[in-house]
């Protein structure tokens, strides 16, 4: 069993305050580690909801992944997570990531997102152990800045989400783990340590400890009505990455290479998709071993393991189901049944 990643359950903006403290409550009876939150533009702020999370749980610890500084200076996102620790008892986790080029350009310029990161990085980072900040970044700066009131503990754990190899040397140089978000493919968790442990090699620090990885999943009675259930939303997510990602094609390629899929039928499968056909047909069931976790209670259990082999140590579901309940449901019970046999 010491292969099986930590479970966590990855909520966003798109669901109101008042279901994902149900849902957090129902993780938290489950055995879940965490619940996640994406913040998309345009959608909720998930504070309102990350805070409804800790008031409704007593265990669970409240992950935001992401924020990034384009939208939110990094001296804001201190605060709001030093509140938040503060109101969970210790339990807030920060993730920071540079955001996504296409929606950040309609806001902001989106340059030098790097930099941007390193800057928030380093300065959230200080604010939430206590320090007083004097940092002055090429993107954003912090001069002679504390907060101003106590925290919940010594710091926060700060992770951050990585895809390109520069992205992921900072994570190493920086943080305390690092956030794989959805479709990247089993064996990129591999590689991605491997290029974040060269990073903290080179800062002198000890390796991230944390890896977590986003993936959508579908639990079902019938193994190829889950895998089929699943891969509409892999199509409609492929489709979008592609698109946001236009600009970054070392982002494109994180999501194909090394997912068994070659680029030939990665592309005639999205085309065939984007002209109408089905993404049950159009799609293999290659996209959704590479980019899902799908099946039975226990096959999903086993796909879990495998993401715990290549590194992952703690799984963050998206539950594309009406009754996520229910799936949560299923996987503690096989889990329970596991450690029984």
């Known amino acids: 069993m010491t292969d099986l990643p930590r479970l966590a359950i990855r909520l966003h903006g798109g669901i109101d305050s008042r279901r994902c403290a149900a849902l957090a409550r129902h993780a938290e009876a489950c055995g879940f580690n965490s619940v996640w939150f994406a913040e998309n533009p345009y959608q909720r702020g998930v504070l309102p909801s990350a805070t409804a999370c800790a008031i409704a749980t007593e265990r669970i ?35 920071i990531g540079s955001g996504v080029p296409e929606w950040i350009n309609k806001i902001v310029p989106y340059d030098k997102p790097l930099s941007g990161l390193r800057d928030a990085a380093l300065i959230a ?19 002679g ?40 493919p089993p064996s990129y968790t591999r590689r991605a340590i491997k290029i974040m442990n060269e990073g903290a090699k080179k ?54 290479d090394d997912s068994g899929i070659s680029a030939d039928a990665f592309i005639g499968a999205m085309e065939r998709a984007a002209d109408g056909e ?9 996209f959704v071993a590479a980019y899902a976790v799908a099946g039975t209670a226990e096959e999903c259990f086993e796909q879990c393991r495998i993401l715990g082999r290549n590194g992952v140590t703690e799984l963050a579901l998206s539950f594309l189901s ?20």
């Not at 992944?65 to 939208?71: A, Q, R, T």
């Not at 152990?129 to 700066?141: I, L, P, T």
Request: charged share 20%; aromatic share 6%; hydrophobic share 45%.
């Open 125 to 143: 980072r200080s604010l939430l152990s206590g320090e007083a900040v004097s940092h002055e970044g090429v993107k954003f700066s912090a001069r």
């Open 61 to 95: 610890n409240i992950g935001i992944g992401i924020f990034n500084p384009y939208n939110r200076h990094p001296t804001l996102m201190a605060m709001e997570i030093g509140a938040l620790d503060e109101i969970s008892d210790g339990r807030a986790m920060l993730g």
């Open 203 to 256: 800062a002198g620090r000890p390796v991230p400890s944390e890896i977590v990885k986003y993936i959508p999943c579908v639990v079902r009675s019938d193994s190829e009505a889950a895998r089929n259930a699943v891969k509409p939303a892999i199509a409609a997510t492929l489709a979008a990455y592609w698109e946001l990602y236009k600009s970054a094609p070392n982002v494109r390629s994180t999501i194909i």
């Open 145 to 184: 800045v504390k907060l101003e009131f106590n925290l919940a503990r010594d710091r926060v754990p700060l992770y951050l989400a990585a895809m390109a190899d520069r992205s992921l040397k900072l994570c190493g140089e920086l943080a305390d783990g690092l956030i794989i978000g959805n479709m990247c």
């Open 322 to 341: 009406d009754e996520p309940e229910a799936d949560m449901s299923l996987f503690s019970e096989a889990i329970a049944a596991r450690h029984h046999a």
């Open 278 to 286: 089905s993404a049950t047909q159009a799609l293999s069931d290659s």
